[in-house]
């Protein structure tokens, strides 16, 4: 009866463990509005996943590298059910099995201390010592497991750049190779003394990983508050553009309104003693003159106002006809998001169509949206293909270190947003089109 007591036992622990492990990659890449644990399968993973376990809990009584085998199984279940990048999936797959290995090491061996068994009594035999220890590995993986998610998701998802994600991926790696190895040793070693220095350097994996954790997301933290300061200069920027924009467009206003009753008693006055041929040049002049009036954009979005308009502006100055069509709403994108993506797309597209020689130089900007998505499309003059000549859209600028990087900027926003970068080229223009998914 007791044998068939552990039994079961050690399959509810399977099965914990399932959940475990499968509920942590859900919420590390679960955002607002997406899908249930239930409904992305998770359950159906996690069951999965314990019976995985138990057939290698049969098989060894340490794992090892094989539960590099639970790091597939996690993984296949982020890469079909979850939303995430690659990188994100992989973090998502290795740190709760990074969290099994380190947390069953350190409490076995540091049992196998304080009762004064060998490791492979505390990890094979039935007995309290190791119900004991069973225990308090779920609560060690709970624990790190809440640890981890809340320092991972203080800021939100894809808070992370790949540069960071890619360091934490790497500490999480090493630690899981040296904690493999170090377990290893433990099994040859006796000696009480010995087994000391075991659980201590466990103990430091646990926290140099915590403390490497910290450290990436605090930079990172830091960083986002040094772009959104940037961000904020180059609002004011451009708000102080729009302002002057805006109060040059009511004076030209002002004075078309005071100037309107004249200029139709004129008119009126040409037509009356049939000097049509007047009234016709007269009316040409005053509508090239309401032509000068600079366009004004609004949206709800004071960024999106500014930096259209302040373009709008400067194209002006270089003979570009502007046409833009814009929603009104953009509550979905970060402001630092929306400025940047903005601004590169409206940089590149004025760079290229002032430089154009052609006689009607035009950019056209449609902003539209639906439920699901943004989509920002900029069509600006090309006098010759751009992509036949330079695919990969390299600067032509000499100082590289400081010029285009306006693409790599723009792709990164649209791979946050879970979303695509689209260059191409009809009727003698070159088309930007970015698509952001909106959260649902």
């Known amino acids: 009866m007791n044998r068939v007591l552990w039994i079961v036992f050690e399959i509810f622990i399977n099965i914990f463990q399932g959940f475990a492990f499968c509920f942590y990659s859900y919420k590390y890449l679960s955002n607002k509005g997406d899908k249930g644990f239930i409904k992305s399968s998770g359950v159906l993973f996690s069951f999965l996943l314990a019976s995985v376990i138990t057939f290698f809990n049969y098989v060894t009584f340490f794992e090892h590298l094989w539960a590099l085998l639970y790091c597939a199984v996690l993984f296949i279940y982020t890469l079909l059910k979850l939303n995430g990048t690659i990188l994100e999936k992989i973090m998502a797959s290795v740190l709760p099995i990074l969290v099994i290995i380190i947390s069953s090491a350190f409490i076995s061996n540091f049992y196998a ?5 060998s490791l492979e009594e505390i990890l094979s035999q039935n007995s309290w010592p190791r119900f004991i220890a069973i225990i308090s590995t779920q609560v060690m993986i709970v624990y790190l497991s809440l640890i981890s998610l809340k320092i991972l998701k203080k800021n939100g998802r894809n808070r992370l750049n790949r540069r960071e994600s890619i360091l934490i991926f790497s500490v999480l790696l090493i630690s899981i190779i040296i904690s493999t190895f170090l377990n290893l040793i433990s099994l040859q070693i006796h000696s009480i003394d010995e087994r000391y220095f075991i659980v201590l350097s466990f103990l430091g994996i646990v926290i140099i990983n915590i403390l490497v954790f910290y450290i990436v997301v605090d930079l990172s933290k830091m960083n986002t508050a040094i772009r959104e300061n940037e961000v904020l200069k180059l609002k004011q920027e451009y708000s102080q553009q729009y302002i002057t924009s805006a109060n040059s467009q009511y004076e030209v206003i002002k004075k078309l309104r005071h100037d309107f009753k004249n200029n139709m008693a004129v ?12 009234a016709l040049e007269y009316t040409k002049e005053y509508l090239d003159e309401l032509s000068e009036t600079e366009p004004l954009i609004k949206t709800n979005n004071d960024i999106v106002n ?5 373009k709008l502006s400067a194209a002006k100055t270089y003979g570009i006809n502007v046409i833009c069509m814009c929603v009104t709403d953009f509550s979905d994108i970060n402001d630092v998001d929306l400025c940047s993506l903005l601004s590169n797309i409206l940089d590149n597209a004025i760079t290229a169509c002032k430089n154009c020689q052609i006689d009607s130089k035009r950019i056209f900007i449609n902003i539209i949206s639906d439920e699901y998505k943004y989509v920002f499309c900029v069509k600006n003059s090309i006098p010759e293909s751009v992509l036949q000549h330079n695919p990969d859209l390299i600067t032509t600028k000499s100082d590289k270190d400081n010029h285009g990087m306006g693409v790599k900027i723009i792709r990164s926003i649209a791979a946050k947003y879970d979303g695509k970068v689209d260059y191409y080229e009809e009727d003698k223009e070159f088309c930007c089109s970015v698509i952001l998914k909106r959260k649902l």
């Open 113 to 117: 201390v304080l009762f004064g068994l």
């Open 267 to 278: 008119v009126n006055e040409l037509i009356q003693q049939k000097n049509n041929e007047k």
């Open 306 to 310: 500014a930096i259209i308009n302040s």
